[in-house]
């Protein structure tokens, strides 16, 4: 038997997991799917839906989607967030580019919720409320299509803390997470400067691509072993992430990789997401589908008080 079995804890967590990417939230790009069209008629559909914002207050303030509750994404677990959100209903979630919505969909998925996130968040809805840079369209950092591999069998980490059932221990391991210090994504320069300097940065950083093993073979990220997100859960396929080490998740637009950056987190791996994916390192091995194609520009709400932003 594994040590994977071996270790209660970590066993709960990947049943969970697995149970997880076999049900609701199995398909990041099905997660990713909240369509306009699902807002039109909202007074037939509010029984159904709940619209949630993870920014901060005082950019959900300056301009927020109709009918939307605010939830910033680090409070998440607090009792007063959780008590917003309805067990019983769909949850729409958005932030800012689409990765804090991943971030959080991951941790409420495991906590038995039914989440979509809203793809490219405000950036994808209404720039003049997005309060931030938006993508700048510049991607051309290198790749290589060599298979990379990971040169070893890694023991799993330990999880701290009582025992207790997977739900308890999954919740107990996201506060951790939530309450850390840091970016939960890197950006692509950041990650080319590590990438040149590989030989030192080996030591400390992993690299990993969960995209599709077509996409992987016409070109990575340098250095970067391949993991499809859908075997993450995979016994003996997390052999190949060294703990010690901070992973880099790439996917196509940040969106996958997101999503998998947390659960390892969840699992006890220190991990983070590139920032909008392949789309930010090297365009041209994304398809146009997966592409941030501009805001659609669909109206926002305004809190009052808030001083008229759109």
Known sequence: M????????????????????AGGWGNPAAAQDAPPDRFDGWQEQRDKYEIVSLRKPEDFAAGHLPHAVNVYWPTLLADSSLARLDLDKTLIL??????????????????????????????????GALV?????????????TAENTAGACYPPPKLPGAAGDARNILKE???????????PVIAAADLDTLVRDWERA??????????????YAAGHVPHAIHIPWARLADEGVLTQMD???????????????????????????????????????????????????????????????AGGRP
């Open 243 to 305: 703990p010690k080490r901070t992973a880099v998740v790439c996917s196509e637009n940040g969106q996958t990789g997101q999503l998998v950056a947390t659960v390892l987190n969840l699992l006890g791996y220190p991990a983070v997401a590139l920032k909008w994916g392949m789309m930010d390192w090297n365009s041209g091995q994304v398809a146009k589908p997966q592409m941030w194609a501009g805001a659609a520009g669909y109206p926002v709400e305004v809190s009052p008080g």
């Open 132 to 144: 931030k840079e938006p993508w700048d369209g510049r991607a051309d950092h290198p790749v290589e």
């Open 2 to 21: 594994s040590e994977w079995i071996r270790s209660p804890r970590t066993a709960l967590c990947v049943a969970a997991l697995a149970a997880a990417l």
């Open 94 to 127: 958005y932030c800012y580019y689409g990765h804090a919505s991943m971030l959080a969909g991951a941790i409420l998925g495991l906590l038995g919720y039914d989440w979509r996130s809203l793809e490219f968040g405000m950036m994808g809805w209404n720039l």
């Open 202 to 215: 080996n030591a400390a950083y992993q690299i990993v691509d969960v995209r599709s093993e077509r996409e």
């Open 173 to 183: 391991r996201a506060a951790a997470y939530l309450a850390g210090e840091g970016s």
